[in-house]
């Protein structure tokens, strides 16, 4: 960024800082902590979260869909991934070509915003990996564009992962688990009080695991470290670390038959489940460094500022063969192998400043939050890419030999079975800064009726240039002063009864290696949504219903046009809409239910492509689906001590790849590359016993009636994964 921008930070801190200061308004901010597990689930800054201050904000009252995933339903379901914990968050598809890189869809959209303890940080995305929840307390997922306290990105919603942190009591919580695959993982994690104001937190896992397909492996260890100390009676310092390594196999799925000559769709493969396409050699590593702190500081008894540094090291190489994107017939199921290295090299740096509290007004408390982010990604990736270097059967694989690999020069010539084998090979670095300030005001002028406004400015930075296999001039882009805003309104029908609606924006840069016809720069994607739901809160605000419609609109999407070649054209635009319906909570003492149902319907609304018009942008995403899960754990009686619980997931018919294409005389020019599944349904159950205060066992059993299925479905090239057949874990946790 220019040094004007930073400049401007500066000032922009400096600024919030002062105006705090200067009202006189009172604070009451406080640090979350797994001991407010029974609190009721609330807003809090730019965290969903659960309520330990007066300026908090029930969810119930927030005019957005919101889904909390906590430490109670991680631990039931074993939701040991960020990938599991989405897999069962109602409207989120879980999708993506790489077996190790998964993409969430909501609402249409890809998400790509991520928040660590409310700060936006850009360390999710390749080369990072999926993270591994035992080093966290919640996340929370929000549904819609999610610009205000995050940026740049899709409208699709944003995710935010909450850490575990130093509790008031000593606390040793350890588990051991071994299941299907030989799957083994274990976990400890203690707290510690070192005196008053004064605590440390530290944890280490483990996890082994085959997986059930054929070769591949899973191998992951991680710790962390987190302290807090009180630096006075108003300020607080929390810092700590965390490290991650994680050695898969990864490959590109499975692919699909061919359509048919009369342009007829293709189909999904009817193989063994065990079957896997990449080599017995397929490996990659990565090992992530994490670290942050944070300082809070009461000004007063209603506000409190808050900075916070996230700071994150990711290194990552990738060695793995897999298959070309072409399909295959039902007697013929030769296809291509390509054989690829990529060492890629990453640190993110991220940086919040906000003031949050409360003021009176109208007679009322008003709540106002006010701060300023700053994001910044620096990346440097080496590859090397042999294409068609080898051949596989699908109905019969046999892994190919690995082949050198050298993602920094060339490689001698060498010939494969198709002929010579051309090697491809390239270095790049790449850096984005953003840079944003932001500001949201609760306004209630009448008893019942809330308005809620708010909104952003952003500066956006990206610079990239070429290293190998011959440096060229760096490129890049800015964009300066947009503005993302954000409003809202919330109408009390009773004290447990809701309506509200909402609108919210967002913007995605992106580049085109052709240039725009009519000349000038290319413009983000522009993304809108309304929203309009009603919250119930029931059982004394111990479970809470919701349901709401929802419309986004995405313009500004680039086409190309056969007839204009060398140009491409800004002039797409999509549409979706949805229902959505929820319940999160407890029905009875000891009853927890998690689930909900969503509805989507999404078309282009304009392109090139007249014929694409009206067509779903995002068939992979099911226009129908229910994901529930539910836990019953006596308090009293006879059967206190026991739990039983269970999930479902179905999902409407899916859809993936282009439709065929047609010459002008009839004649067909490519063929169909889609495939479908019909729809499905998946039951998961468990069961436990708390022996005691300290010791617990559970056992849980995914896919109980071991239905077959794709989890993932792209295209009949490549991309089609098989869901997980049946499979049991057993635990036993250990408290003191």
Do not use: C
Not at 61 to 72: A, F, G, K, Q, Y
Not at 436 to 446: A, E, H
Not at 459 to 467: A, R
Request: hydrophobic share 40%; no cysteine; net charge negative.
């Amino acid at each position: 960024m220019r040094r004007s921008t930073l400049m401007l930070t500066g000032a922009a801190i400096f600024g919030i800082g002062q105006a705090l200061h200067a009202t006189g308004i009172d604070i009451d901010l406080a640090t979350d902590a797994e001991d407010n597990v029974g609190a009721e689930i609330v807003v809090y800054g730019k965290s969903y979260g659960k309520s330990v201050g007066k300026t908090f904000t029930p969810l119930k009252d927030v005019p957005n869909s919101i889904t909390v995933i906590d430490r109670t339903q991680i631990e039931a379901q074993n939701l040991f991934t960020l990938e599991d914990a989405l897999t069962a968050a109602p409207g989120i598809t879980v999708n993506g070509v790489g077996s190790e890189d998964p993409s969430f869809l909501s609402r249409g959209f890809a998400i790509n915003n991520y928040m660590i303890d409310g700060v936006p940080t850009l360390s999710l995305g390749f080369p990072g990996v999926v993270p591994d929840l035992f080093f966290y307390d919640r996340l929370e997922v929000l549904r819609g564009p999610a610009g205000l306290f995050s940026g740049s990105g899709n409208p699709a919603g944003s995710i935010n992962l909450v850490r575990k942190r130093p509790l008031d009591t000593m606390q040793l919580r350890a588990s051991a688990g071994y299941g299907s695959f030989d799957n083994v993982r274990g976990e400890i994690d203690l707290s510690v009080p070192i005196s008053d104001g004064v605590g440390i937190r530290v944890g280490a896992m483990i996890q082994d695991q085959d997986q059930f397909f054929d070769v591949a492996h899973r191998n992951r260890i991680g710790a962390f470290g987190v302290g807090s100390v009180d630096l006075g009676e108003r300020t607080t310092l929390t810092f700590g670390a965390n490290y991650d390594r994680f050695k898969p196999a990864i490959q590109s799925g499975l692919p699909g038959l061919i359509g048919g000559l009369d342009g007829s769709d293709g189909q999904l493969l009817d193989v063994p489940r065990s079957t896997f396409l990449g080599a017995d050699w397929n490996r990659f590593q990565s090992d992530t460094w994490s670290a942050f702190v944070e300082l809070t500081h009461r000004v007063s008894d209603r506000w409190t500022l808050r900075a916070s540094g996230l700071y994150t090291d990711v290194d990552r190489i990738d060695v793995y063969s897999y298959i070309g994107n072409q399909p295959i017939t039902p007697t013929n199921g030769v296809t291509s192998h390509i054989a690829y290295r990529g060492d890629s090299y990453m640190t993110t740096r991220s940086f919040d400043f906000n003031g949050i509290g409360s003021f009176p007004a109208f007679g009322r408390e008003q709540t106002l939050i006010l701060g300023a982010d700053y994001q910044a990604n620096s990346q440097r990736q080496n590859f090397t890419r042999l294409s068609n270097y080898a051949r596989i059967d699908v109905y019969a694989p046999l892994s190919p030999a690995e082949p050198p690999l050298d993602p920094f020069g060339p490689l001698p010539p060498f010939v494969g079975p198709a002929g010579p084998v051309t090697q491809v090979y390239g270095g790049t670095i790449s850096d984005v800064e953003q840079f944003g300030l932001y500001g949201q005001l609760r306004l209630s002028p009448v008893a019942g009726v809330t308005l809620v406004g708010g909104g952003r400015l952003t500066w956006w930075d990206t610079d990239n240039q070429t290293l190998l296999p011959r440096e060229l001039e760096p490129t890049g882009y800015s964009i300066d002063n947009r503005f993302t805003p954000y409003a809202g309104i919330v109408w009390d029908v009773s004290d447990t009864l809701n309506v509200y609606a909402s609108y919210a924006d967002s913007f995605t840069p992106q580049t085109s290696a052709l240039p725009r016809v009519g000349g000038g720069a290319i413009e983000p994607l522009i993304g809108s949504q309304y929203e309009a739901g009603t919250k119930l809160s029931m059982f004394g605000d111990s479970l809470l219903l919701s349901a709401a419609v929802y419309q986004i609109v995405q313009s500004n999407r680039l086409f190309t046009d056969p007839d204009l070649p060398g140009v491409v054209q800004q002039i797409g635009k999509v549409r979706a809409r949805g229902i959505e319906a929820e319940a999160a909570g407890e029905i009875l003492p000891g009853w927890r239910i998690n689930g909900g149902y969503a509805y989507i319907s999404n078309q282009y609304l304009e392109g090139t492509n007249p014929l694409l018009e009206g067509i779903s942008f995002v068939p992979v995403i099911p226009a129908h689906s229910i994901k529930a899960f539910s836990n019953y754990a006596p308090e009293e009686g006879a059967l206190a001590g026991f739990s039983i619980g269970g999930g479902v997931t179905w999902f409407s018919a899916t859809a993936g790849g282009n439709a065929a294409v047609f010459n002008a005389d009839g004649s067909l020019r490519t063929r169909s590359t889609i495939v479908r599944q019909g729809s499905y349904a998946v039951l998961d159950l468990r069961g436990g016993y708390r022996i005691s205060d300290a010791i617990a066992l559970s056992v849980n059993v995914n896919n109980v009636f071991d239905r077959s299925y794709y989890a993932r479905i792209s295209s009949s090239g490549r991309g089609n994964y098989f869901g997980s057949p049946r499979s049991v874990f057993a635990t036993v946790r250990f408290t003191l």
